[in-house]
């Protein structure tokens, strides 16, 4: 995208910002609305217990993965950070 100088054309750049924001702003609207959605769904149709399973069952996941990711970085959190978001992408 071409870049406009501000002093030259200062009613373009601020059209193009107010474009910008206005996408970005829809985008994060998009988002709340699927949260929101998802979230109505899957507590009218999940019971308190299976929720509290499933989260200590994702929590158990994570920690081994995280695990395994620290033990083959020799405890560098660093590099154990990308292995363990690695895996996880190749897992999705």
Same mark, same amino acid.
Do not use: C
């Given at each position: 995208?071409? /870049?406009?100088?501000?002093?030259?054309?200062?009613?373009?750049?601020?059209?193009?910002?107010?474009?910008?924001?206005?996408?970005?702003?829809? /985008?994060?609207?998009? /988002?709340?609305?699927?949260?929101?959605?998802?979230?109505?769904?899957?507590?009218?149709?999940?019971?308190?217990?299976?929720?509290?399973?499933?989260?200590?069952?994702?929590?158990?996941?994570?920690?081994?993965?995280?695990?395994?990711?620290?033990?083959?970085?020799?405890?560098?959190?660093?590099?154990?950070?990308?292995?363990?978001?690695?895996?996880?992408?190749?897992?999705?």
């Amino acid at each position: 995208m071409e /870049s406009i100088n501000f002093n030259k054309n200062p009613n373009e750049y601020f059209k193009r910002i107010e474009k910008q924001i206005i996408a970005n702003v829809h /985008s994060i609207t998009q /988002s709340l609305l699927e949260t929101f959605k998802f979230n109505f769904v899957y507590h009218k149709h999940v019971t308190e217990e299976e929720e509290k399973k499933t989260e200590k069952a994702i929590k158990d996941y994570r920690n081994k993965f995280w695990k395994q990711a620290m033990k083959e970085a020799r405890g560098n959190k660093n590099k154990a950070y990308k292995i363990y978001t690695k895996n996880l992408t190749l897992m999705g």
